[in-house]
């Protein structure tokens, strides 16, 4: 059956043409929005609209004159990597003012403005919402004053209005992440990262405080993905009497022989009283009580500043390019909305309805009805919080359950960041629950030769913030030393497995499962949490280690562009890591602005790479200096990254020079993203409690005995789920020759890249965000942004 034409009904239902979009960023500013303005723009221009910039914010609007400017594709390059908002963002009492809202519909009308992309916070966004509600009177209005003629109000009969979240605070309900989040997050990680080295030198105590007045959504995840010993937050206050558990706590873990403490405060932190906990009043607990040597750094606006990160980008620019999508659709009975991002799908959310609810919070931390406080910030927020208090704060033994269950950890393939976050949580989860954990050094190389020995509680401190694989990771898959992996498990009474690894780690719960037939060791519970930068694994749309690769490439990229600012034009090939799956040459293509990116899955030829060639001409001829091409290692065998180069170098004489750059394992390398660590750490969390839950079901008799197909999975997050999925069901959806699942999800994102690089391209807009409702946009049993 022939395939529908998605660029003809792109087109011919989603013309931009005769329609004037501008876009706008207000309130506080955040790494990432100039991302968002830039995917505005050029989706703008793709579909034939007519782009403004609106500088300085609603005053810039009210202002008018050189303030509103028409944008050119041109004016938003070299834009995606800079921090802040490079059209200006202040506040603006005059538009909270009818006069004021009166003069900003007047300049917008001056030049057909209809369509507002705001990028604000949720102060912005209702004024924003406030303004559409008053359109029709303002009209009104500057028909009887003279200004405007009596047919524009028909003309200009609504306007439309689409908001984008951008606030480093992920205050705003409703919404996975906002633009700027994830940065600030690597700008706290970073500075926590450096202060524990010094802090480890001196047996120094330091309380960091970070951003966040109303939101503590900072302060917890960063806790969380640096293991800090204690975090205050707004939304749940600590008991009374916090302060003796605290100083337990911490003098607990230096007895264990632990060099330093870690504590973050968040700037808006208060107890069950509402009186404000400060960074300064934690410190001088600490040195009175304990009598330790104790720091305070307040991070202040280092948070805000600085390059955004890859996921601050793809997140922006996909939200620039929905934004756009939502405006041409929308209608005058459309509600004003937000886009956003659920798991990995584009979501539209009424704005009021986020708004409400993102007040709704606020009362109820100010009625100390915090529990609600906490249900309200969404399932995210809450299960964060759950899984810091199962991890940082580590039972008497007295109250632990008794299993009487071994269970051994191990990790299996290439290292990937984020790895050792996933061994630290599965321990400890495993220790809470009663279960005497097990490590295996070297993967099933480590595993048949006996390198298995209980591991602890302490001995996994301070795991999060290292790269790598701190338990040692091998290839070997176990088939060739069945027996041998068999004898140990009985020497050591293991009665369930938890795999860390990448497609190899799939292919042994395949080999592992097979072997059930033959060996009664194996019927145990067994789960996998995908781990490789190469996002290859089937049955997960994400991989822990594959955000840590991505800002490599993009960190890297961003500064081969810059090696040529001031010199001739010049186009960079550049080679990535992913075996044949094409994930980390597109979403780092995406993320750093390239003009190509070449992958196994989408096959390309001679033509493709002379179009690009001429493509990328023509762009030098204009004011664009530098080109960039990513090239995935095992895109296609004889058109190598040598043969683009010298291609590219060849046909591009005279107007350009090439350069060629082959990442390789520093992609592998490096500490882990907060992302990451996080989700590592929620992932593994999730999978030990579903291995408690299966060695209960499965005790008969007094032995573990499990050889259904369901005690043999691979937890992965599909769309906005965390699944378990039995590992010989996702054998039909798997490429085992080149080691890729069959359908992958991020190969959507591809026309874009296309777009935003001045490609006409087809792009299917079946898959664009449809409008919900706030209150109905998690599912039941997900965790839709479990990463975060």
Known sequence: MAQPDTKKIFFENLSGAGKAIAVLTSGGDAQGMNAAVRAVVRMGLYV????????????????????????????????????????????????????????????????????????????SLTGANLFREEWSGLLTELVEQGLIEADSVQKYSALHIV????????????????????????RIIEVVDAIMTTAQSHQRTFVLEVMGRHCGYLALVSALACGADWVLIPEMPPEDGWEDKMCGKLSATRSRGTRLNIIIVAEGAINRHGKPISSSYVKDLVVRNLGFDT????????????????????????????????????TANTPACVVSLCGNQSVRLPLMECVQMTQEVQKAMDNKRFEDAVKLRGRSFENNLKTYKLLAHRKPESELPVSNFNVAVLNVGAPAAGMNAAVRSAVRVGISEGHKMFAVNDGFEGFYKGQIKEIKWADVGGWTGQGGSLLGTKRTLPAKHVEKIAEQMRKHNINALLIVGGFEAFLSLLELFTARGKHDEFCVPMVMVPATVSNNVPGSDLSVGADTALNA??????????????????????????????????????????????????????????????????????SIQRGLVLRNENSNENYTTDFIYQLYSEEGRGVFDCRKNVLGHMQQGGAPSPFDRNFGTKISAKAMQWVTKKLVETFRHGRVFANSEDSCCLLGMRRRALIFQPVVQLKDETDFIHRIPKEQWWL???????????????????????????????PKESDASVAM
Request: hydrophobic fraction near 35%.
């Open 553 to 622: 490439i993009t960190t890297t990229c961003d500064r081969i562009k810059q090696s040529a600012s001031g010199t001739k034009r010049r186009v960079f090939i550049i080679e990535t890591m992913g075996g044949y799956c094409g994930y980390l040459a597109t979403v780092g293509g995406l993320a750093s602005g390239a003009d190509a990116a070449y992958i196994y899955e989408e096959p390309f030829d001679i033509r493709d790479l002379q179009a690009n060639v001429e493509h990328l001409t023509e762009k030098m001829k204009t």
């Open 295 to 330: 720091r305070v750094t307040i991070l202040g606006h280092v948070q805000r500043g600085g390059t955004p990160s890859g996921f601050d980008r793809i997140l922006a620019s996909r939200m620039g390019v929905e934004a756009v999508l939502a405006l041409l659709e929308t």
């Open 163 to 186: 908001g984008m979240v951008g606030s480093i605070d992920n205050d705003f309900c409703g919404t996975d992440m906002t633009i700027g989040t994830d940065s600030a997050l690597h």
């Open 748 to 778: 959507k994102l591809r026309p874009l890249m296309k777009i935003l690089a001045k490609y006409k391209t087809s792009y299917d807009v079946s898959d664009s965000g449809q409008l919900e409702h706030v209150v109905h946009n998690q």
């Open 48 to 123: 034939g609209a007519k782009v403004y910039f609106i500088h300085e914010g609603y005053q810039g609007m009210v202002d008018g004159g050189d303030n509103i400017r028409e944008a050119t594709w041109e004016t938003v390059s070299s834009m995606l990597q800079v921090g802040g908002t490079v059209i200006g963002s202040a506040r603006c009492k005059e538009f909270r003012s009818h006069e004021g809202r009166l003069k900003a519909a007047h300049n917008l009308l001056q030049r057909g403005i209809t369509n507002l992309c705001v990028i604000g916070g949720d102060g």
